[in-house]
């Protein structure tokens, strides 16, 4: 599966982004899907993710601020952002895999898809 983010950009503090992955070549269906962000300087990191079971899981950073849903086929998974803060710019990254299970859902190790990136930019 290819997966095509989308959805990033140059936004004030306190305003809000939705970012988009779609999947070609197959669905989400069966997967687990998850959104990271890498600011310069830094380790990847997990923002929030749907597992095999249709979970929804987030990081402790941004409970409250994001929501993931995903479309009714399954094609495409959104991560709504709001209240964004300067520390949110980070390039943001999808992925996906049939193997994910709960308790690695934060490891970038257990994704065996991913895609582009998309750049948030929070200005003060």
């Known amino acids: 599966v290819q997966l095509q983010a989308s959805g990033g950009g140059l936004v004030q503090a306190g305003g809000s982004l939705r970012l988009s992955c779609a999947a070609s070549g197959r669905t989400f269906r069966r997967q687990a899907v998850s959104w990271f962000r890498q600011a310069p300087g830094m380790e990847r990191a997990f923002v929030g993710g749907?597992?095999?079971?249709?979970?929804?899981f987030y990081a402790d950073s941004v409970k409250g601020r994001v929501t993931i849903s995903t479309d009714s086929a399954w094609n495409t998974v959104y991560l709504q952002m709001n209240s964004l803060r300067p520390e949110d710019t980070a390039v943001y990254y999808c992925a996906a895999g049939s193997s994910v299970i709960s308790s690695n859902l934060q490891s970038t190790s257990a994704y065996a898809y991913w895609g582009q990136g998309t750049l948030v930019t929070v200005s003060s």
């Open positions: 749907i597992n095999r079971s249709g979970g929804i």
